[in-house]
């Protein structure tokens, strides 16, 4: 409502004015408007008094407010917990701080705050998880001792590495010896170019090898050539698939054996040492 103004007339008592009770009416109107606007109807609400305002929206914007205690506001403080149960209070107008600790970094981005992990982690005594990646490059353990440990289960289960083809549908494991073993060693790999290992049960074909003839394990026989003598004796069933003979220290393979004869292509050199490995 605009404000009502009451006619006074244009000079005292000349009767062209507003009467009492309509002037009264006017007063009225305005003063109620006033109650209304800054109280209830009834009750002006003054700033020097303690009342309560209620359906009232205050703009931020247009308005402010200062000096407010946190015991006036209600749900004016927050309850942060750890994930060890701790508890602390942040009220209003308090800082909170955010910490990285070891290993982690923390930055304020405009309204976010950004919790990263640092690109070299130190420190560690734990690490749980199911696959560790590297977006670059390849993976490294650095550790102090420059020792990686691959830890059995502490009863029954060897610690173990499994080394997968480029599909991941095979693997080969590399298996220490167990615990009643004893073994404490270290398996040095071969130094040259690109090579396999040799082993128990796989055909393979060695080479540039030197191996002792008392390193191999048989029955051994021994004899000295004459330069005649071609034919000497082995045991029977013994075939050239399981025999390695010796002249003079060099392997020969100038002979054949059929049931327990031995029988060189050419007769051994006088005083030539022979030996005759049955594996």
Known sequence: MAKQTINIGSSADDGSGSTIRAGGDLIND???????????????????????????????????????????????????????????????????????????????????????????????????????????????????????????????????????????????????????EGVTNTLTLPAGSDQELVGTTDTQTLSNKTIGVTQIVGNTRTATGDGSTTTFTVTDGTTTDNTLVFVNGSISTDYTISSTTLTFGAAPGSSEAIVIKEL
């Open 30 to 180: 305005n003063f109620n408007e006033i109650y209304t606007e800054l109280g209830n109807g009834t009750t002006l609400s003054i700033a020097s008094k303690t009342q309560t305002l209620t359906n009232k929206t205050l703009d931020g914007s247009n308005n402010t407010f200062s000096n407010i205690p946190g015991s006036a506001l209600t749900n004016a403080s927050f309850t942060l917990v750890d994930e060890s149960s701790t508890e602390a209070t942040i009220s209003l107008g308090e800082r909170m701080g955010l910490t990285g600790g070891t290993n982690l970094t923390t930055a304020v981005s405009g309204d976010n705050i950004n919790i990263t992990l640092n690109s070299s982690v130190t420190g560690l005594t734990s690490l749980q998880t199911e696959t560790l990646t590297n977006a670059s490059g390849n993976l490294l353990v650095d550790s102090a001792t420059y020792i990686t440990e691959f830890r059995g289960d502490g009863s029954t289960t060897r610690g173990q590495i499994q080394l997968n083809c480029e599909v991941n549908t095979h693997g080969q494991k590399i298996v220490p010896q167990p615990h009643s």
